[in-house]
Each structure stands twice: as C-alpha cells, then as structure tokens.
C-alpha cells in the first residue's frame, strides 16, 4: 500500500467517522474509498466494519450523558442486535463477491431512500401531546431486522437505524443519535468477532482508517449539536445516491 492510498484512507476515515456520529452514512465513504482502490467487495465491507468500531466507541462516549439516562430500554435493543448482527455477518461470508456485489447498489439505494424518508414515517404526536415509544415488541423487531443488516452490510447501518429508532422510540435526535451509535458498537463488535474467524479483513487497510474514523467520530458529535440537521441529511443522501449510482454503473 502506498503512501498516497494510506493518506486517502485516513481521510475517508476521517470523513466517515464524523458524519456516522452525526446522522449514519458514513460508511458508504469508508467502503466506497476502499473498493476504489481495488479491494473485493466482502473484504472492502468486512474492513470497513473494524475500521469504523473506534468512531462508534468515542461517538458513544460524546453521548454518555445520554445514554445513562436510557440504559434499560438500550441492554434490550443491544441483546437483540448481537443474534442479528452474528446472523447477517454468517450470511454475508455464504457468499461470493461476484454475488455481493450485485447487490451492493441495491443496498446503498434501499438505506438512502429509508434515510430520505424518515422524516416523513415517523408519527406524528397529536396536539398537547408528548411523543412515546411504539409497543414494545416493534422496537426490538425493527432493531433485529437493522442488525441483520447491519452485519450483513455495514453501509447505511446507521441510516437505517436512525429512521428504524425514529419510529418505534421517544425521544429527540440527539436521544435517538446517541442510541444508534452505542448500539452500532454491539453490531459492529460481533460482525467483526465473524470476520476475523472467516479470514475476510484487509488489516493494512483497516489500520490506514481507524486513526481517522476515530478523530471523525468525536468531531461528529461536537459537529451534530451545531450544525443544522437538515444540512447533514442532505449531505448524507447525496452521497448514498451518488455511491448507489456508481455502483449500478460498475455493475
């Protein structure tokens, strides 16, 4: 690996731990950046997944005020996430990169849409009203079905967890935001424990990102309590259609 794809990969690292810390999405960069520089796509997505852990880890612990306050609600969701995590990562390594990378765009396309639209899907409280949870069975099965994904491919995890914990859970962005990321680092740790065991990692690569994944990460959430929401959504699904188009087009 040259110098040049090392500075690179730190930068997309960079670059892709903040905006994961804001919204979720940044991964489409730090997977985006390493498939461009030629790697299979199972290992750009296996590498990109122990890349991003250090930002999910300082991300968490920026929100800590946070999520102390809502650690009952979070040990379920997180409980959930590591049998959906394990099973999406076993499925991702049943297949080959021909196969996995047919169905990249179409992934890259779905969390996007999701994202867009979130907005729009979550209820609504009525008037005089404070928003409350959904039951509590809906949590924990949209969080199974996201952590399935999320092990399967890491790009758009925290979109489709945002837009996910938009609808099934109280609270405001920031209750959600900081939600997403603690429970990114129990889908993140056990697809990593699968990956390791089945040999599909590329640690030059990994160990390029993970310094800038890891300052990305803390800067994003200084960055998400300043900067305008509706700023860091646009950004967020510019690039997840940019990277969905650029992948039908190689495909």
């Known amino acids: 690996m040259t110098l040049l794809s090392v500075a690179l990969l730190f930068l ?11 919204a979720g999405g940044g991964t489409f960069i730090s997977f985006g950046a390493l498939t461009l520089l030629g790697m299979p796509p199972i ?8 890349a991003q852990f250090p930002g999910y ?3 968490t612990l920026a929100y800590w005020s946070d999520i102390r306050r809502m650690w009952r609600s979070a040990l379920v969701l997180a409980l959930v996430s590591v049998v959906g995590s394990g099973l999406g990562a076993l499925v991702l390594l049943s297949l080959d990169n021909p196969q996995f990378e047919a169905l990249v765009p179409w992934l890259l396309l779905g969390a996007t849409a999701i994202f867009a639209a979130g907005p729009w899907l979550k209820p609504k ?17 949209a969080q ?6 999320g092990g399967f491919f890491g790009a758009g995890m925290g979109i489709m967890m945002l837009a996910t914990l938009g609808l099934t859970q109280a609270g405001d962005y920031h209750r959600l935001n900081a939600l997403k990321n603690l429970l990114a680092i129990v889908i993140a740790a056990v697809a990593i424990v699968v990956f390791i065991a089945g040999d599909a990692i590329s640690w030059p690569g990994a160990l390029a990102m993970i310094p800038g994944v890891a300052l990305g990460g ?11 929401q509706t700023v860091v959504r646009g950004i967020v699904i510019a690039v997840g259609l940019f990277l969905a188009g650029y992948y039908f087009i190689k495909s």
């Open 12 to 22: 997309a690292g960079f670059f892709s731990g903040a905006i994961n810390a804001v």
């Open 43 to 50: 290992t750009a997505n296996a590498t990109s997944s122990i």
């Open 57 to 59: 880890v300082t991300s």
């Open 125 to 141: 409280p009525r008037p005089g009203t404070e928003p409350t949870s959904a039951s509590p069975v809906a949590g924990p099965i």
């Open 144 to 149: 199974f079905v996201t952590a399935i994904y």
């Open 218 to 228: 803390y800067a994003g959430v200084w960055a998400a309590k300043r900067v305008p």
